[in-house]
């Protein structure tokens, strides 16, 4: 059903000539729309997608909105705590446990939630179920720039770091044990890491380079294996223009290309297997997969979230302020969890929605 609205009448309407004339508006303005006219309530993008008509509810709900360690409700300060808390001085008027501009998120085995703030220069660790917050590398001894974040089979916590152009590791509890992408004489593999992404069967490691325009495979201990991609960059399949996310689920490895608008599908050992055409992708685009290998793709200036299947027919799109209970847009980076959880960074209004995936209302 489409609803018509013309604002407020500037003036009372009198007389029978003009209730008559409200009431063709009415007939004119409520009428039923066509099985898949709901999409037309949410922004769209360029690009011509079929979907299947289902309204976002009936896939997703909403479970937490958080921005600050308030939101997790600690029992004790003091009590308790599995990583390092110590803090610095805090700039006049900014929260250290508040998020200032989160960029990734995502979780262990312990559904520990992580999130990358360089506007912070730290990752945030919301532990939901312990009710506890932390902040990794507080002194700021390391991170300066923490923009991405993957965790391997013992969680292992791996952090992009775009300021120092490297990736930090962490272990569980949170200390701190190398770097990845250094070479001699200090100089980094990368022009600029953005998204990582590690095999949790294999233990390695890729990493885009946006400006190299290529995908960096490495083994645990940080040693090259191979690179995917040119440098300089291309449109044929395989090839990469700023690839700026990568997602590994069922043993296939998606990359957000976003200078070239799709995503590339490619097998663990670079092989191009097909791809997903997209109206439009940038920086701020974010990608994930589900456990139905149902591909999700952010974009924080139309605030939706489109959804295709794992053959790149689309599902549905959404804006995800439009869900019930839900108060923020703009959606970036993404995660899904192994409990169908998905995450959603919004960095403008410096909050992460949870939402529950529906599993079994998802199609194959």
Known sequence: MLFCSQGRFSHRIRGTRYLGV????????????????????????????QTDGRQP??????????????????????????????????EPGIRLDALQSPSAVVTDSNRRVFVADPGAHAVHVFDFIRSKYARLDARGEHLHAPTSLSVDGQDNLYVVDQSSRTVFVYDSGGRFRGELGKLRGRESYFDSPAGITIDGATGRI???????HMIFVMDKRGRLIR?????????????FRLPSQVVLAAGELFVLDAGNSRIQILDTGGRFLRAINLGYADLGTGLAVDGQDNIYVSDPVLNQIEVFRHDGQMLYRFDPS????????????????AGHSL??????????????????????
């Open 57 to 90: 509810s009936d896939n997703l709900s909403l479970v937490r909105v958080f921005s600050s360690a308030d939101d997790v409700r600690p029992v004790h300060p003091l009590l308790g705590r599995t990583l390092d808390i110590v803090a610095g001085p805090a």
């Open 22 to 49: 409200l009431s063709a508006l009415l007939v004119v303005c409520i009428v039923p729309g066509p099985a898949g006219a709901w999409d037309g309530a949410f922004a769209t993008s360029s690009q011509p997608a």
């Open 227 to 239: 690179k995917l991609g040119n440098r300089g960059g291309g449109e044929r399949p395989g090839e």
């Open 206 to 212: 890729y990493v885009c380079d946006r400006l190299g």
């Open 322 to 337: 439009k869900i019930k209970g839900a108060t923020f847009g703009h959606p970036s980076g993404m995660w899904v969890d």
């Open 343 to 364: 995450y959603v960074v919004d960095s403008q209004s410096h909050r992460v929605g949870m939402f529950q995936i529906k599993a079994e209302k998802v199609l194959r």
